[in-house]
């Protein structure tokens, strides 16, 4: 896959075309270069359900809305540096529940530390005392200081 720019030249300084051989790259070469041209890229803050009850909490920078009608998300998981699946993922096949959150600005912190990759069934949301509320209609919490949920 060729990834180039064919936007017209604006009037200005001369413009230089990038054509990127992503086949030529390595997995996390081309993550890079896909996160840092696709913009502006929402981040999805999944919460889900470990085995033993407790809460999971992971940023997707892969993420975005696909349908309306009927509403759908789609989220990205990929792997964790051992090969094995995203607790998230994981997660979600099993009970099927979970919420994605939209984190405000001020969260930017939590957001970022919530991406370790710590042992199945850590809880990011006790390691980091967030608070969570309960989500009206749904099985599953939600974070206390997002603005935008959904379940």
């Given at each position: 896959?060729?990834?180039?720019?064919d936007?017209?030249?604006q009037?200005?300084p001369a413009r230089?075309?990038?054509?990127?051989?992503?086949?030529?790259l390595?997995?996390?070469?081309?993550?890079?270069r896909?996160?840092?041209t696709?913009?502006?890229r929402?981040?999805?803050w999944?919460?889900?359900?470990?085995?033993?009850?407790?809460?999971?909490?992971?940023?997707f920078?892969s993420?975005?809305?696909v349908?309306?009608d009927?509403?759908?998300v789609?989220?990205?998981?990929g792997?964790k540096?051992d090969?094995?699946?995203?607790?998230?993922?994981?997660?979600?096949?099993?009970?099927?529940d979970f919420?994605v959150h939209i984190?405000h600005r001020?969260q930017?912190?939590?957001?970022?530390?919530?991406?370790a990759?710590?042992?199945?069934?850590?809880?990011?949301i006790?390691?980091?005392?967030?608070?969570t509320?309960p989500f009206?209609?749904f099985r599953?919490p939600?974070?206390a200081g997002c603005?935008?949920?959904?379940a």
């Open positions: 896959m060729i990834a180039r720019d936007r017209p030249s009037p200005g230089t075309d990038m054509n990127i051989d992503l086949d030529a390595t997995p996390d070469q081309v993550y890079f896909m996160t840092q696709l913009i502006p929402p981040i999805a999944v919460l889900s359900e470990n085995p033993d009850g407790g809460l999971n909490l992971a940023p920078s993420f975005n809305a349908c309306s009927p509403p759908l789609m989220i990205s998981g792997k540096p090969g094995s699946n995203k607790d998230t993922c994981v997660n979600i096949e099993a009970r099927g919420v984190a001020d930017v912190r939590a957001v970022s530390d919530s991406s990759t710590l042992a199945a069934g850590d809880s990011e006790a390691r980091l005392g967030l608070a509320v009206e209609g599953l939600r974070l603005r935008i949920a959904y």
